[in-house]
């Protein structure tokens, strides 16, 4: 029997777990149904090791073989099932499923934060030489691993205006391999044109990402404009609960082969029972996205005429620059707003964030806890005022991530907090 030698082996297929014991097993059939069937069924097999009804924990590391038989047929890519577990693990392939169905992609990659995504991306893409184009409002550690990191590389990052594309097409050069954006932004809430978004990458031949966290798929979903790559970081509304760590890259499988043979190979992974906190989290997905979207809105509505707010960041609000895109592309506008303070110093508007009572002062956002705080102090501190100017973040700047508490008590407690 002639053996192929590791190089002449075929690349491995997406593999799937074994649901169980009897090969004929379906999965749940979620096509034309709506988004809470899908947070609940999508990407999961009818029948399951136990028969039971949620997904069983796979504590693995690793995976055994019958025979070398069996081995063979394995790294031919005739069977499918698990090696080792920074390949693969069947509550990671059942998480992924899932979210590839939420987000209408073939395929979805999980990995342990929504960092270690954009970096797998980025570097699985990218070559010494070649060139990326940020939207310049974007997730700071973003800019910074691509102007700090990358950058040693060999790899030119450039940043144009948000929205801007006629800078974004005239940045372009033939070594321009990557558009990426946000949408919505944070913390300025700045909608995307993504039909625009994908036009552009396609005119150019350059391949597109969005980094979708603060829309979900509930709200939003880029592939179907036309965008190559969806970014979440699960650690947000899709995990729901604050307590976990994950991120996913949406796309095709084509597209995102290379991604995932570099995941394996930097480890990036999560643990089985983190993946099985995630795939719980999904179950009521679109239950707790009702209830954000509806707390957002109606938050944002009393902090614009409250008369000690000087603006309201929040797409659902007409006086929001993005508002026609937004209400045009988005089922819902999310859960999270920001806010200026009038007339307010930087302490005047701590004061404020002191005195909310039902928040917690913490980074993150999009769990069921509501959560507040001043992004000067929490996370561009260590920045200079004409940075912080640059990157649109004044003294008097609040960052209120709604939770799924009643709206009437988040309402009352900032009234309170303003006024005092």
Not at 90 to 108: F, G, I, M, Q, T
Not at 244 to 253: E, P
Request: hydrophobic fraction near 35%; proline fraction near 6%; charge should be negative.
């Amino acid at each position: 029997m002639a053996i192929d030698t590791p190089a002449q082996r075929p690349p491995k297929p997406h593999l799937t777990p074994l649901a169980s014991e009897n090969s004929s097993v379906s999965m749940q059939p979620t096509s034309g149904r709506g988004p809470g069937t899908v947070s609940v069924h999508g990407g999961e097999y009818r029948s399951k090791p136990g028969d039971a009804i949620p997904d069983p924990i796979f504590c693995a590391a690793t995976y055994a073989f019958d025979s070398t038989e069996e081995l063979l047929h394995y790294v031919r890519g005739e069977s499918e099932r698990e090696e080792y577990g920074r390949y693969g693990n069947p509550n990671e392939r059942a998480v992924e499923r899932k979210l590839a169905a939420l987000d209408a992609s073939e395929d979805a990659i999980v990995f342990s934060t929504g960092m270690s995504a954009i970096v797998g991306l980025l570097m699985a893409k990218l070559s010494a030489g070649d060139e990326i184009i940020f939207f310049d409002q974007c997730y700071r550690r973003s800019r910074e691993f691509c102007l700090k990191h990358l950058s040693r590389f060999g790899v030119v990052t450039h940043q144009v205006p948000t929205g801007d594309f006629a800078a974004m097409e005239r940045a372009i050069t033939p070594r321009t391999r990557m558009l990426v954006s946000e949408s919505p932004t944070n913390p300025h809430l700045t909608v995307i044109d993504l039909e625009q978004f994908a036009a552009v990458g396609r005119a150019h031949e350059v391949e597109t990402l969005i980094d979708a966290t603060l829309a979900t798929p509930m709200n939003v979903q880029p592939l179907k404009f036309g965008v190559d790559y969806v970014l979440h970081s699960a650690t947000k509304y899709l995990g729901g609960h604050n307590d976990l760590l994950a991120g996913v890259i949406c796309g095709s499988r084509a597209g995102l082969e290379s991604v995932r043979n570099l995941r394996g190979i930097m480890g990036g992974i999560n643990s089985a029972h983190n993946l099985y906190l995630l795939q719980r989290g999904l179950k009521t997905f679109e239950l707790r996205m009702q209830r954000h979207n509806e707390n957002g809105m109606r938050v944002a509505r009393f902090l614009e005429d409250h008369p000690r707010v000087e603006r309201v960041f929040y797409p659902g609000l007409q006086s929001h620059p993005s508002h026609q895109v937004a209400a045009r592309t988005m089922h819902g506008f999310g859960g999270l707003i920001s806010f200026l303070v009038k007339d307010a110093d930087w302490q005047e508007t701590a004061r404020v964030v002191d005195a909310a009572r039902i928040p917690r002062i913490a980074p993150s956002l999009g769990g069921v806890e509501s959560l507040i705080e001043q992004p000067l102090i929490m996370s561009y501190y260590s920045c200079t005022p004409e940075e912080r100017e640059r990157f649109g973040i004044p003294d008097n700047m609040i960052r209120y991530s709604c939770g799924i508490e009643n709206a009437e008590d988040l309402i009352a407690d900032l009234q309170q907090a303003l006024d005092g």
